[in-house]
C-alpha cells in the first residue's frame, strides 16, 4: 500500500494513493492518522487493505491540495552517514568500519513539496536523496538471529538536506548542519514493506533544476537496510513511527570540485527512488 497524509500542515488527513497512481482515497472513516499506532497495529492495516479491495474508501480531491509527510509525529530521525561507496570516495572520506549515526530533530520533517529553507548565512546548502525506512514495530537488541526487516512498516523518499559549513567547519557534531527548519522534506507516500521484496535494489535519483546531479543504487550501500536497522537497535531503542534516513550515493554538490554548485534561493530539486515516489522542492532564505 501507498500511505499519504494530505491537507494545510497541521491538518492533514489519511489517504490511500490507489493503484492508478493518481486517485485518493479517504482513510478518515478507518483510522485517525498514519502514525506510531497505526504502523504498530497489523489488525488496523489489515482493515485499510480489505477496504481497498472492495472498493469501499471514497475518493478524495487532490486539485491544488497540499500532500504532507506520509508519518505522523515522526519520533526521531536517525541518520547514517557515509554509507555509499561511491559517496566515501567523492568526499576523500574512508569507508566507515562501522556505521555512523547522527540524529536530526524529528521538526525538519516536511511534505515533498514544501518549500525549504536555506538557512541565514548559507553559503554550503546541499542536497541528499535518501532511503528512509520507517519503523513498525519496538526493535531493542535485535538478536543475530531475527530477521531485522521484519520491524520495518514501509519505506520512503527523504531528502537530507545539510549545511556543509555548518556541518563541518563551524566545529561540535554535524547537527549543526543538519537540524535547520525544513531540512527533511519525506515522503510522497509510504510504502509498506510487502510493496519493496528488496531494499537493496532500488536506483535513487535527484535533479537539480533539471540536471541530474545523483544517480545510484542501494545496492551499493556499505551498511545495507537490514545491518543498519541491527546495528541502530543496539545503541538506541527503535520505536514505531521513528524514521532511518539511510545515507547518499555519489553526487553531492560537496563532492563536486570548486566551485561548487550548493544551493541558492530559486532553485529547484527534484528527488525520486523506484517505486517510492518523486518529491519536488522549491528553495528559498530563510
Known amino acids: 500500500m501507498k500511505l499519504m497524509r494530505v491537507g494545510a500542515a497541521g491538518r492533514e488527513r489519511p ?85 555512523v549515526l547522527f540524529l536530526k530533530a524529528a521538526d525538519t520533517v516536511v511534505g515533498p513539496y514544501d518549500t525549504v529553507l536555506i538557512p541565514r548565512r548559507s553559503e554550503k546548502t546541499d542536497w541528499e536523496v535518501e532511503l528512509a525506512v520507517v519503523i513498525g514495530r519496538t526493535a531493542r537488541y535485535v538478536a543475530d538471529d531475527e530477521d531485522p526487516l521484519s520491524y520495518v512498516a514501509g519505506y520512503a523518499v527523504s531528502h537530507d538536506v545539510s549545511e556543509r559549513e555548518f556541518q563541518l567547519e563551524r566545529g561540535g557534531t554535524w547537527d549543526k548542519g543538519k537540524n535547520c527548519e525544513t531540512f527533511n522534506p519525506l515522503g510522497p507516500w509510504l510504502v509498506t514493506a510487502d510493496e519493496v521484496p528488496d531494499p537493496q535494489a532500488l536506483r535513487l535519483r535527484l535533479w537539480v533544476n533539471g540536471v541530474l546531479r545523483q544517480n545510484g543504487s ?41 566551485p561548487q554548485p550548493y544551493l541558492r534561493a530559486g532553485d529547484v530539486v527534484e528527488a525520486e527512488i523506484d517505486g517510492l515516489g518523486r518529491q519536488r522542492q522549491r528553495f528559498q532564505d530563510a
Open 15 to 99: 489517504a490511500l494513493l490507489d493503484p492508478d497512481g493518481t486517485t485518493w482515497r479517504d482513510l478518515g472513516g478507518l483510522v485517525g492518522d498514519i502514525d506510531a499506532g497505526l504502523l504498530a497495529d497489523p489488525a488496523a492495516l489489515d482493515r485499510i487493505r480489505t477496504a481497498a479491495d472492495a472498493g469501499d474508501l471514497p475518493v478524495l480531491p487532490s486539485q491544488g491540495v497540499r500532500v504532507g509527510p506520509p508519518v505522523a509525529r515522526v519520533g526521531k530521525v536517525v541518520c547514517i552517514g557515509l554509507n555509499y561507496h561511491d559517496h566515501a570516495v567523492e568526499t576523500g572520506a574512508e569507508p566507515p568500519a562501522e556505521p
Open 218 to 258: 542501494t545496492a551499493d550501500q556499505i551498511a545495507p537496510v537490514a545491518q543498519i536497522v541491527r546495528y541502530v537497535s543496539r545503541f538506541m531503542t527503535l520505536y514505531p513511527g521513528d524514521v532511518i534516513n539511510t545515507g547518499t550515493p555519489a553526487g553531492v554538490a560537496l563532492g563536486h570540485p570548486h
